[in-house]
């Protein structure tokens, strides 16, 4: 975790999550200061993650006989990998709780530690893939010589990927025990504050940005109507 310091990415990311361009106001800036603060105080990160043999066939990325992950851009981003990881990082549910007792306070400040949040699970989940990296170069098989490569994270709930499809990556690293992480009936993690994600490992070089598309919200994006987008390229 950070040092206590907003760090680049995540005051970059929580500024566009709050729909601000350009460089914010001194009183905004000084804001989001305190609530990153506030937000590490509460935080109790943690993360979870395995490295599997796949199959990526014509609907579903196949885990194990059992676990199928199903959607598109799933079998298209495992397309030229035998392995993934399967990943899930939590905030930690005081980062919910404080929260919901600012939204009773202060709806502005609730909404500058809600993107504060959004943000730094990302960072979390960045600061792991080194790890994975390194686990999936140690243990790659004998027939695998030369450079690992990593696709892209990739989470249920965008680009037709069915939210429901994070039950079963806490179902496969037994999330809910060694993170605390569950999903609700509807498709909310909780806490809230928490991502699951797959991650493609391939032999040769692989794309590792997000594009509009293949997000299946492009035509009514509120990023793209202002000029910008989500991911990192259009």
């Not at 598109?72 to 905030?91: G, H, N």
């Not at 699970?121 to 600061?127: A, F, K, S, V, W």
């Not at 806490?170 to 909310?188: D, E, V």
């Amino acid at each position: 975790m950070a040092d206590g310091k907003l760090p680049p990415s995540v005051r970059a990311e929580a500024l566009r999550l709050l729909g601000v361009s350009g460089e914010p106001q001194a009183d905004l800036s000084a804001e989001m200061e305190n609530c990153y603060a506030e937000l590490l105080r509460h935080s109790s990160p943690r993360t979870v993650y395995k490295i599997f043999d796949i199959k990526a066939d014509d609907d579903a990325v196949e885990i194990t006989p059992e676990l199928r992950l199903h959607g598109a851009v799933l079998v298209e981003l495992c397309r030229e990998s035998r392995r993934a990881a399967l990943l899930a990082a939590t905030l930690g549910s005081g980062v919910d709780r404080l929260i919901t007792r600012t939204q009773a306070e202060s709806i502005s400040r609730a909404m500058i530690l809600d993107a504060c949040a959004s943000a730094e699970i990302e960072r979390l989940c960045d600061e792991t893939e080194p790890a994975i990296m390194a686990e999936a170069s140690r243990t790659a098989p004998a027939a695998v010589k030369g450079e690992i490569w990593l696709t892209m994270r990739f989470s249920p709930g965008y680009s037709g990927v069915e939210a429901a499809e994070s039950a079963k990556i806490i179902m496969a690293l037994n999330a809910g025990r060694a993170i605390g992480l569950s999903l609700t009936h509807s498709g909310m993690l909780v806490p809230i504050k928490s991502v699951t994600a797959i991650i493609g490992i391939a032999d040769r070089p692989q794309k590792r940005y997000r594009s509009c598309a293949a997000c299946a919200a492009a035509g009514a994006c509120p990023y793209r109507k202002r000029g910008a987008y989500c991911g990192d390229r259009a």
